[in-house]
């Protein structure tokens, strides 16, 4: 488990391209999908008599900002301007601490 976390830390550029290669792999249409595409697919998977219903909740002005925004973004690579943030890596070993423990 640490040791996992430790690779995440050391790479986290190579590991978010990973992470969006296997979404690329599975759905070669995720990196174009935006929220309205998910809240039209959500209506359809309602039944037909409750379909009105939902529509009228996903036509709701509070959904505008978001609709145009892709569901999966292209994210910059984290990490590569700055150090972690010790809030976020608590607990995590990093190579320069005196323990580190193998896993």
Same mark, same amino acid.
């Given at each position: 488990?640490?040791?996992?976390?430790?690779?995440?830390?050391? @790479?986290?550029?190579?590991?978010?391209?990973?992470?969006?290669?296997?979404?690329?792999?599975?759905? &070669? =249409?995720?990196?174009?999908?935006?929220?309205? +595409?998910?809240?039209?697919?959500?209506?359809?998977? #309602?039944? &037909?008599?409750?379909?009105?219903?939902? @529509?009228?909740?996903? +036509?709701?002005?509070?959904? +505008?900002?978001?609709?145009?925004? #892709? $569901?999966?973004?292209?994210?910059? /690579?984290?990490?590569?301007?700055? #150090?972690?943030?010790? =809030? $976020?890596?608590?607990?995590? $070993?990093?190579?320069?601490?005196?323990?580190? $423990?193998? /896993?």
């Amino acid at each position: 488990m640490i040791h996992a976390a430790n690779e995440a830390v050391r @790479q986290p550029c190579l590991n978010l391209r990973i992470a969006q290669t296997y979404l690329a792999a599975s759905d &070669e =249409k995720m990196a174009r999908r935006t929220w309205q +595409d998910v809240m039209h697919e959500f209506v359809l998977t #309602k039944a &037909e008599n409750s379909r009105p219903y939902c @529509q009228r909740g996903v +036509d709701e002005a509070a959904f +505008d900002p978001l609709r145009p925004l #892709k $569901v999966v973004p292209q994210l910059p /690579c984290p990490g590569s301007a700055r #150090k972690p943030n010790n =809030k $976020v890596f608590r607990g995590v $070993v990093f190579p320069s601490s005196a323990e580190s $423990v193998d /896993c």
